[in-house]
């Protein structure tokens, strides 16, 4: 399961919706509960360095990537994983997303947007044996983007 805060997951469609017709992506950062929970704290918006074709593919800014992985280092968070969106199509990994896929312990995160509307996001993680990707579920929470209680999800609360 992974969780994200609404205020976190409000910021990843509206980058998004303004990115549209192009893929937006961004990193996620937090923490890894015990029982392999991912529970994410913020997400950084990087700009899409893709080569051409920015409604179909994403490529994180790296050095975005070496500066947030810095920041954090000495901390107990680190990048749990990353966002994209798929305009015009299902917040399901792509063949492409596939072959990009080699960080067994990112969550990937997409959104589908259609017609400029962020519509349905879902989570997903690579089964690296069987070379396929596996969909996880995705909880919002009403803290953040920092988390003040950290063990509070709202369904428990
Ligand atoms: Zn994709």
């Known amino acids: ?43 950084e918006l ?15 800014d790296p050095a975005l990537r070496i500066r947030i992985m810095k920041g954090l280092r000495g901390g107990e968070e680190r990048i749990v994983g990353h966002f994209h969106s798929h305009p015009d199509h299902p917040a399901q990994p792509s063949a492409e997303d596939l072959a990009r896929a080699f960080e067994p312990d990112l969550v990937w995160v997409i959104a589908a947007v259609e017609g400029g509307q962020a519509i349905h996001t879902t989570a997903h993680v690579v089964d690296e044996a069987a070379r396929q990707f596996r969909e996880i579920p995705l909880r919002t929470a009403d803290w953040g983007p920092y988390p003040a209680q950290p063990g509070l999800f709202e369904d428990q609360i």
Request: proline share 3%; with cysteine.
């Open 1 to 43: 399961m992974i969780v994200i805060p609404r205020a976190v997951l409000k910021t990843l469609a509206d980058a998004a919706e303004a990115a549209y017709p192009e893929e937006a992506c961004a990193l996620l950062i937090g923490r890894l509960r015990g029982n392999g929970d991912v529970v994410v704290s913020r997400a």
């Open 46 to 60: 990087s700009a899409n360095l893709a080569e051409g074709a920015r409604g179909r593919r994403f490529e994180i």
